[in-house]
């Protein structure tokens, strides 16, 4: 399997001039997303918890980036309301923030493994309650699953079936809000290659080159031979946001995960 080779679709210009808020847009498919709609002429503005982080994401993006950060814990609706107050128009809004502690079902009290639903759920529910009555007609909300959701591994229930629930509040909150003209997604992502990864493997402090190799040799077994890359899953969260008659659609970008 050669490499990823990089995205290039003509429908992310139909984004140029719009703006997007991620949450989750420090890292991984947030970050990506964040490029590409950069490249495309959108601004962004991107929100997680840490600071640092954010601001590193936005330098990363190139002096031509029109980009502005703001640090907040999805969790805080309070928080949440300070910025979408601060924000100003949007166009779009794509939820990347996702907590995913995985443990057996029996070592797995709800309080220990409660984040997944309290960030990639509540925080999208409350996220898309923030933003609903902001979003222009013909603006979008794009929700985060994945492929374990219909391909489950051990050990992960409450994470899996957070992201199954999120695919489910996409279709219910697209038939709410279509009288508005606003559409509401999901993108449901195989699994990629960003910081969640390289931890699992253990080898996120590793040397990049041997970081690299072992993520590599990870994925050989895949159907495409390899994970998929934060681009790619990003590419495809673009082409909901930009394609004006999908509404309350999941979209699978697994490179056949789910078929393996
Ligand atoms: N990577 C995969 O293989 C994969 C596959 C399928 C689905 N997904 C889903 O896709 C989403 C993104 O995954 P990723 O791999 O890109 O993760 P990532 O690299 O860890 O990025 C997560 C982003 O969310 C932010 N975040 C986390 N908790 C937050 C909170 N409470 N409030 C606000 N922001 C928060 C993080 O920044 P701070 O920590 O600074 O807040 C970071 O910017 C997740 O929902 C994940 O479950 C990932």
Redesign the pocket.
């Known amino acids: 399997m050669s490499a990823p080779v990089p995205i290039r679709s003509p429908l992310p210009a139909a984004l140029a001039g719009h703006n997007v808020l991620i949450?989750?847009?420090?890292?991984?498919?947030?970050?990506?997303a964040a490029r590409l709609l950069s490249e495309a002429g959108a601004g962004l503005c991107l929100?997680?918890?840490?600071e640092t982080?954010?601001k590193e994401?936005a330098g990363s993006l190139g002096d031509g980036a029109r980009v502005r950060v703001m640090a907040?814990?999805?969790?805080d609706e309070v928080r949440l309301a300070e910025v979408f107050e601060r924000a100003g128009p949007l166009d779009h809004v794509l939820?990347?923030?996702?907590?995913?502690t995985r443990a057996p079902l029996a070592d797995a009290a709800p309080s220990r493994v409660r984040d997944s639903f309290?960030?990639?759920f509540w925080?999208g529910y409350a996220t898309a309650r923030a933003a609903a009555g902001r979003l222009p007609a013909g603006g979008s909300i794009t929700f985060?699953?994945?492929?374990?959701t219909v391909r489950p591994i051990a050990g992960a229930a409450a994470?899996i079936a957070s992201?199954a629930a999120c695919e489910g509040l996409a279709r219910a909150l697209a038939v709410e809000l279509a009288p508005r003209r606003v559409r509401v997604n999901a993108v449901?992502?195989?699994?990629?290659?960003?910081?969640?990864?390289r931890r699992r493997l253990g080898v996120a402090q590793a040397d990049p080159a041997q970081a690299d190799a072992a993520v590599a040799e990870a994925g050989r077994h895949l159907p495409l031979g390899r994970?998929?890359t934060?681009e790619e899953?990003a590419a495809a969260a673009l082409f909901v946001m930009a394609h004006p008659y999908v509404t309350g659609s999941v979209l699978t970008v697994d490179g056949g995960q789910s078929l393996a």
């Open positions: 949450v989750g847009g420090s890292s991984g498919i947030g970050l990506a929100v997680a918890r840490e982080r954010l994401a907040a814990d999805v969790t939820l990347t923030a996702g907590a995913a309290d960030v990639r925080g985060m699953s994945g492929v374990y994470a992201g449901r992502s195989g699994v990629v290659d960003t910081p969640p990864l994970f998929g934060a899953t």
